[in-house]
């Protein structure tokens, strides 16, 4: 074969696509194996079997090479440099993407009643060595811990009232001062929830949060925060003249 490039390496890295695939796959081969083993190997890689495989070489710029088109050859004896790509090519009839669409993988199911009485699971193992939920005590001390701090969230949220001049002090942020539009649960998290509109564009959303509105505002100006976040005072309005045109 002329133009045979032998490379004293003994593996090479190289990135491996498919005809059926979208994603690309990095291997280290060894330059020593023939081009039917190497496609035994990238059977379990594109999912194509073996004897419908046709191989391309690209360099590292993406640029052809040429085919790898005989099996008894060593991959070694083809310029297969680091970084370079060998694309499988699919002659089976297989569709494009046929292989990554789990929607078509047959999934194991098994009742309730059948996964409490094995002995080997993950929930049998949680229950011999009384662990996470199955720790009443862990457990009863955990909600207990939620109580108690859902029951200061509350007492918090109770002495903020809608209308009030307040700043925002949130953890890793710069302080922001605004107005308070919204005080209570929400439908988006478990909780209280303060609802501010900020005096310049340092929210999020216009007072609605996943189609539904608790407060209006214009938009960018709207945010919910923890009631431990917000003091309530008679905070003058600030003005960065963010929404001065330029």
Same mark, same amino acid.
């Given at each position: ?34 081009l039917a083993e190497l496609k035994c190997k990238l059977e379990l890689v594109v999912g194509t079997p073996a004897s419908c ?40 009839? +297989?569709?494009?993407? &046929?292989? #990554?669409?789990?929607?078509?993988? $047959? ?5 309730? /009643? @059948? ?23 862990? +457990?009863?001390?955990? &909600?207990? #811990?939620?109580?108690?701090?859902? $029951? ?5 949220? /109770? @002495? ?42 340092f929210g999020k959303h216009d007072g609605s949060v996943n189609g539904k509105q608790y407060f209006t505002c214009l938009p ?27």
């Open positions: 074969m002329s133009g045979v490039t032998v490379s004293s390496a003994p593996t090479v890295n190289v990135r491996i696509s498919s005809s059926l695939n979208s994603f690309t796959a990095d291997k280290r081969l060894n330059r020593g194996i023939t495989m046709d191989l391309q070489l690209y360099n590292m710029e993406n640029t052809f090479l040429l085919n790898l088109d005989r099996d008894d050859s060593l991959l070694g004896s083809y310029p297969v440099d680091d970084g370079c790509r060998i694309h499988v090519i699919d002659k089976s009839g +297989a569709r494009i993407g &046929e292989y #990554e669409d789990l929607s078509r993988v $047959e999934k194991y199911e098994i009742s309730q /009643e @059948s996964y409490e009485k094995r002995p080997d699971s993950v929930r049998s193992f949680l229950k011999r060595n009384k662990l996470g939920k199955f720790n009443e005590g862990e +457990a009863a001390e955990k &909600e207990t #811990e939620h109580e108690r701090k859902m $029951e200061e969230e509350k007492a918090a949220a /109770e @002495s903020i009232l809608p209308g009030s001049r307040c700043e925002v002090q949130a953890a890793g942020q710069p302080s922001k001062r605004g107005t308070v539009m919204y005080v209570g649960l929400t439908d988006f998290k478990v909780g209280y929830w303060v609802g501010v509109k900020y005096d310049e564009p960018k100006y709207g945010a919910f925060v923890k009631p431990q976040s917000v003091t309530v005072g008679d905070y003058p309005e600030e003005d960065f003249g963010l929404d001065d045109e330029m």
